[in-house]
C-alpha cells in the first residue's frame, strides 16, 4: 500500500469544488436537515444501474488495449490481469460496494427536477466541500471518502484508466518476490484490496456523455470492514436503511466536523403549485434545527409536476 501511495504522487492534485447543489425530495431534504448529514447510497442501488454496465464496458475495451497478449508477462502481471478482469465481472456488494452523494454544478436544472425532485423537489446549494486535498465533510464508519468531478468525455475516461493500469503494473513488476512466496501471500491481499479502491474509484467517476449536461460531481465512501476484510454482516458497521415509495436503500451517513452544520448556502424549492407552501415550511425546518437565515430562493423551471 505505501509503494502504491508513493507511485502515485505524480498524479494531478484534485480540483477544488466549486458551489455545488443536491437535489432530492421532500423527505429526502427533511432527513439531511434534521439529521444535520447527507446520505450516502450504495451504488448498487443507484437510480440508473446502466452506469454501471456503461463503465465496465468501457474498462474491459481498455484492457483489452493493455493487453493484447498475457505471453512474455511476469507472474505477477498475469495475476493483475486475472484480478482485473475478475473484478469487473464480480457484482459490486460482494466487495463492500462504494457509496455516494450526488451533486450538480447547476442549482436549477429541468433534467434533476424530473429525476429526483418529483412531485416535492429541493435542491441545496454547498460551498465548496473541499480543502487542500481534503474533503470537508466525514464518514465516521468510512473508508477513504473522497469528492470527485464525474468524466463524460470518453477519451478522458480512457486515458485516466490507462494512467491507473500503468501505475498498477509498475507496483507489481515492482515486487522482488514470488507470488506463491510468504511475502507474496500478503502482498496478494493488499494489492486485492488496492485493485477494489482503484476500479471502482474510477467506474464511480465515470458516466456517459449524454448525461454531460449535470457536471456532476459525486462524494464517494466504502464501508471500512467490508472493504478492509471481506463482505460479511459483522463488517458493516455504519451502514443503516432507509425506505422509499419503492425500496429500501442502504446508505452511510457523511457529516460535518462535530459541532457544526452542513455548509448550505440556500435552499431552492423546486417546481410545483406548492412552491409557496413548500418555502414557508422550508422556513420552520431550517429554524427547527439550527440552519437560521439561510436564503429560501423559487424554481423558474416551468416544469409541470
Same mark, same amino acid.
Given at each position: 500500500?505505501?509503494?502504491?501511495? !508513493? ?11 466549486? +458551489? ?10 427533511? %432527513? ?27 474498462? @474491459? ?10 505471453? %512474455? ?8 490481469? =486475472?484480478?482485473?478482469?475478475? #473484478?469487473?465481472?464480480?457484482? #459490486?456488494?460482494?466487495? %463492500? ?31 465548496? #466541500?473541499?480543502?487542500? !486535498? ?10 477513504? +471518502? ?6 463524460? &468525455? ?11 493500469? /500503468? ?15 510468504? &511475502? ?14 482503484? @476500479? +471502482? !474509484? ?6 456517459? &456523455? ?51 452544520? #452542513?455548509?448550505?448556502? &440556500? ?8 412552491? =409557496? ?9 431550517? /429554524?427547527?434545527? %439550527? ?15
Amino acid at each position: 500500500m505505501d509503494r502504491w501511495l !508513493d507511485i502515485l504522487k505524480d498524479e494531478p492534485s484534485p480540483t477544488i469544488a466549486p +458551489t455545488l447543489h443536491h437535489y432530492t425530495d421532500a423527505f429526502g431534504v427533511s %432527513g439531511i436537515i434534521s439529521s444535520n448529514s447527507l446520505w450516502a447510497t450504495a451504488t448498487q442501488f443507484s437510480n440508473d444501474v446502466s452506469e454501471i454496465e456503461n463503465s465496465v464496458s468501457v474498462a @474491459m475495451r481498455v484492457i483489452q488495449e493493455t493487453w493484447k497478449s498475457t505471453t %512474455g508477462l511476469s507472474p505477477w502481471e498475469r495475476m493483475l490481469v =486475472e484480478h482485473v478482469v475478475h #473484478l469487473l465481472s464480480t457484482p #459490486l456488494h460482494s466487495f %463492500g460496494q462504494p457509496f455516494i452523494v450526488s451533486f450538480c454544478e447547476a442549482g436549477d436544472l429541468l433534467s434533476q427536477w424530473r429525476g429526483y425532485g418529483q412531485a416535492s423537489g429541493f435542491s441545496l446549494s454547498f460551498k465548496s #466541500l473541499n480543502q487542500d !486535498d481534503e474533503l470537508k465533510l466525514a464518514c465516521k464508519h468510512g473508508f477513504r +471518502t473522497g469528492i470527485k468531478r464525474v468524466i463524460y &468525455e470518453p477519451n478522458k475516461q480512457r486515458a485516466r484508466l490507462r494512467f491507473l493500469l /500503468r501505475r498498477l503494473i509498475k507496483l507489481v513488476n515492482g515486487f522482488a518476490f514470488k507470488p506463491n512466496s510468504t &511475502e507474496g501471500a500478503s502482498a496478494h491481499v493488499e494489492l486485492s484490496v488496492i485493485l477494489v479502491l482503484v @476500479m +471502482t !474509484d474510477w467506474a464511480c467517476s465515470v458516466k456517459h &456523455e449524454s448525461f454531460s449536461e449535470e457536471r456532476e460531481w459525486r462524494i464517494v465512501t466504502y464501508p471500512k470492514g467490508a472493504t478492509l476484510n471481506g463482505v460479511h454482516p459483522q463488517n458493516f458497521e455504519g451502514v443503516s436503511v432507509r425506505p422509499t415509495a419503492r425500496l429500501l436503500l442502504p446508505y452511510m451517513s457523511v457529516e460535518p466536523l462535530p459541532g457544526k452544520r #452542513l455548509p448550505i448556502l &440556500e435552499v431552492r424549492c423546486g417546481p410545483s403549485q406548492f412552491q =409557496e407552501q413548500s418555502s414557508r415550511a422550508m422556513q420552520i425546518l431550517l /429554524r427547527n434545527h %439550527g440552519y437560521n437565515n439561510l436564503p429560501i430562493t423559487l424554481s423558474t423551471v416551468p416544469l409541470r409536476t
